[in-house]
């Protein structure tokens, strides 16, 4: 497994808990709006493959004073080593979130159902129709996406989907299909985009304003009243 960076403190990545950030490296998808190109693309991926043990030791030193751990991306579940690293974390005592975009629904069942997550956070990228556009993909198994999605919609594990809201990807008809689509969730967020300055590809995207953000929460709010959003003042 690679990783490719630790935050050693987050108040914001995993909700109610004092956290790190795991980061890993690599990704299945091609995301435009990535603000992690450096975590996605092969030719700019750097970290330590023996990286995991350098956060078990971080994690041994901080045992009583960090609550929990997100792992995030890249793609975490990526890595068909992901449950060791879960499995060692979990004996330090920590509890654990992660975060995936759902192209892995039979390692995340396993995950779930051994016990290994408290939290899972799932990105809904748009509905179905256009999905492998949003994903910068050609071709995309949307079974494997929508398997995720309505495992965790049985609420076996803690959860939450979102959505990063981009001008030229999405509009209100896209973001009240996708409301449709996980329609029952308990919490779903729109997300601000944001230009990292590390986007894979910035060109013709942009931000929705935070009074736009407020008007397309407004219409999902119609579909799925659970909505809420991210990353506006």
């Not at 490296?25 to 092969?42: E, Y």
């Not at 079974?143 to 965790?152: C, E, W």
Request: charged letters at 25%.
């Amino acid at each position: 497994m690679l990783i490719s960076g630790l935050q050693k403190l987050t108040l914001l990545d995993f909700p109610g808990t004092v956290a790190c950030t795991v980061f890993t490296g690599g990704c299945n998808f091609r995301c435009p709006f990535c603000h992690n190109a450096s975590l996605v693309l092969p030719e700019r991926l750097d970290g330590d493959p023996d990286g995991a043990e350098t956060v078990l030791a971080f994690l041994k030193k901080r045992q009583g004073i960090l609550e929990g751990v997100a792992i995030t991306g890249g793609e975490p579940l990526l890595h068909a080593d992901m449950p060791e690293l879960l499995r060692a974390i979990r004996t330090l005592g920590y509890r654990i979130k992660l975060d995936t975009n759902g192209s892995f629904p039979d390692r995340l069942r396993a995950i779930v159902e051994e016990g290994l997550v408290d939290r899972v956070a799932m990105d809904i990228k748009n509905p179905p129709a256009l999905y492998a556009k949003t994903v910068g993909l050609k071709a995309l198994d949307i079974d494997a996406i929508t398997r995720s999605k309505d495992y965790l919609l049985e609420g076996r594990v803690d959860y939450e989907f979102r959505t990063t809201v981009v001008k030229g990807l999405h509009t209100a008809e896209s973001l009240c299909e996708a409301a449709r689509w996980i329609d029952g969730a308990r919490e779903y967020y729109l997300q601000q985009y944001k230009d990292s300055g590390d986007v894979i590809r910035p060109g013709g995207l942009a931000a929705y304003s935070d009074e736009e953000m407020r008007a397309l929460r407004d219409a999902v709010a119609g579909v799925l009243p659970c909505v809420k959003l991210r990353g506006v003042d």
